[in-house]
Antibody, heavy 115, light 107 residues
């Protein structure tokens, strides 16, 4: 059974940083292209970014609102996906989900950016 | 970025109704279109991929159609568990943009 478990959310001040983790099990993480999606309170889904498998080049792509501030990385030895979020803004307040490109999703972790 | 526009934004329907939601892309995306269902406080679940392929385990009352820029999600006979918000998403190019969502409510 595929499991994705996000962690690392919390309250952070504007301009601050936070690193989210997503621990995966039940599938071959090394081969997976992994994605972060977020959802602001009461709003729709927003694609944040994706990292390809190392075999496919490990390329990272980002949504325009987070480009230059967020960094996606992966540690295949730990079956873990990361989202490093810097220069956080109040608009970044959301539940952050990791997903295997849409088929499997974690339960999400809440990030609140507020002074 | 490719813009995805869903209509309507919300609808009210009764159990047993046939429901249709449309999604339009700002440029051709071939058949690279996914549909998701999301219930409150839960992550989305994949219903349809590549415009018309039913994800394993999804009831056959859900179907998808379309290609190019215009797509449709149809629920043939609405069931109580189908009241939720539905999103389309293009998987043609990055960023993989979503539609704004369609909330299906009980009439």
């Amino acid at each position: 059974e595929v499991q994705l478990v996000e962690s690392g959310g919390g309250l952070v001040k504007p301009g601050g940083s936070l690193r989210l983790s997503c621990t995966a099990s039940g599938f071959t993480f090394t081969n997976a292209w992994m994605t972060w999606v977020r959802q602001a309170p009461g709003k729709g889904l927003e694609w944040v970014g994706r990292i390809k498998s190392k075999a496919d080049g490990g390329t990272r792509d980002y949504a325009t609102p987070v480009k230059g501030r967020f960094t996606i990385s992966r540690d295949d030895s730990k079956n873990t996906l990361y989202l490093q979020m810097d220069s956080l803004k109040t608009d970044d307040t959301a539940v952050y989900y990791c997903t295997t490109g849409g088929r499997d999703w974690g339960q999400g972790t809440l990030v609140t950016v507020s002074s | 970025d490719i813009q995805m526009t869903q209509s309507p934004s919300s609808l009210s329907a009764s159990v047993g109704d046939r429901v249709t939601i449309t999604c339009r892309a700002s440029q051709s995306i071939s058949s690279y279109l996914n549909w998701y269902q999301q219930k409150p406080k839960k992550p989305p679940t994949l219903l349809i991929y590549t415009a018309s392929s039913l994800q394993s385990g999804v009831p056959s009352r859900f179907s998808g159609s379309g290609s190019g820029t215009d797509f449709t999600l149809t629920i043939s006979s609405l069931q109580p568990e189908d009241f939720a918000t539905y999103y389309c998403q293009q998987s043609y190019d990055t960023p993989r943009t979503f539609g704004q969502g369609t909330k299906v409510e009980i009439k």
